[in-house]
């Protein structure tokens, strides 16, 4: 978000912007999540300035092994 004065990404269980878990240290425009684990988890970030707070939308990430990342934005 332009002018954002600060960043926190969050994952998800289920295909929704409310309700994550802030993700320790993701605090930048730009987040790379782990492909460690298989399966599929859904991120999305509050940007935040002086006139208040936005979030994005969610982006899912599907993980089939653990060498293959498939990324789906919605």
Known sequence: ASGAT???WYSNTTNSNVGGTAISGANSASYTP???T???KYYYVVATNSCG???SSVVNVIVNNKS???KVVK
Do not use: D, E, L, R
Request: hydrophobic fraction near 15%; glycine fraction near 6%.
């Open 38 to 40: 298989v399966g599929t």
């Open 6 to 8: 600060s960043y926190q």
């Open 34 to 36: 782990p492909t460690n």
């Open 68 to 70: 293959h990342v498939y």
């Open 53 to 55: 707070n936005t979030t």
